[in-house]
């Protein structure tokens, strides 16, 4: 049957695929160049189960930036994960990281790390300088690299949601990385221990699928009618109202994952089963919480 998930920070409507065969022939996996469709739908996936409310310690939104592009992406991932390590002897204890372009074609880093206390503005500057340390000789300026307070526990789904939101047409995601780079590597990862959900499972029968991909629909206008930039309002009440506009083989079966709250997720899914639709709670335990396991780079 057609399937609802909600999760903390998002809902799911989709048509489950039908379960492989176990004789079935694994195809060998290919190197990483770029941003997939299924990297971004996965990256939103795990975002969206993140249950903000839960996040203990003190936030920072950090952007870590460089002058010259690295010369292959093993470089740049090992500074990367040479900074991390810095961050977990200073204290740090989870982060998340997305990996962008600049336009120019070099990279920057995207991150969402939380230490348990406050940081001093020592800390801070020390923080920028650990990747200056790292990074020198592809020039890094001390005074472009960012690391903000994430002030509310909405605040880091925020920050997050404006990079994940981009597809992989956007120019900070598309191609396969910088010229000379056979691959990119991995774009995003998290490590440390986070408050995941795997939400609530609903299966719906087919009229009500339908049903709930047009309350879906619904929702996205209403909300993006409360865009105060009058242009970023027009731009995603246009992108909403088209969400369903596809032609093609099993078009009217597309699933979406949008970033609908819980509390509304759940009066969607209430709706349908007011209205006759047949729904079932097929959530495996409604009380299991899922948390990442030790600290670690993945």
Sequence with gaps: MPTVRAYPLGLSVYVPSPPARPDAARGKRQAITGWS??????????????????????????TLTLRDTPPDAVTW????KAWWERMKRTGAVRWHWVVEWQRRGAPHLHAAVYW?????????????????????????????QKVEPITDAQGWAKYCAKH???????????????????????LWGHGGPWPVSEGRTFA???????????????????????????????????????????????????????????????RMVAWLADQGYEVHDVTPDATAEATAGPLRDS
């Design 116 to 144: 348990p206390e406050e940081l001093t503005p020592a800390q801070v500057l020390r923080v920028k300088a650990a990747w200056q340390q790292i990074a020198q000789e592809f020039g890094v300026d001390l005074g472009a």
């Design 204 to 266: 719906v029968d087919v009229q009500g699928f339908h049903q709930m991909r047009r309350l879906v629909r619904s929702w996205r206008i209403a909300d993006a009618h409360q865009e105060k930039d009058p242009a970023k309002r027009r731009a995603r009440v246009v992108a909403a109202r088209r969400m369903w506009q596809r032609s093609g083989p099993g078009a009217s079966c597309w699933g979406a994952r949008e970033w609908v709250p819980a509390h509304v997720a759940a």
């Design 164 to 186: 994940s939101a981009r597809s992989g047409a956007h120019y900070q995601r598309e191609g396969k990385g910088p010229e000379g780079w056979a691959s990119t590597g991995r």
């Design 77 to 80: 991932h090992a500074m990367r």
């Design 37 to 62: 469709p299924g990297a971004a739908s996965r990256h939103r996936a795990w975002l969206q189960s993140v249950d903000p409310a839960e996040l203990d310690g003190h936030g920072y939104a950090v």
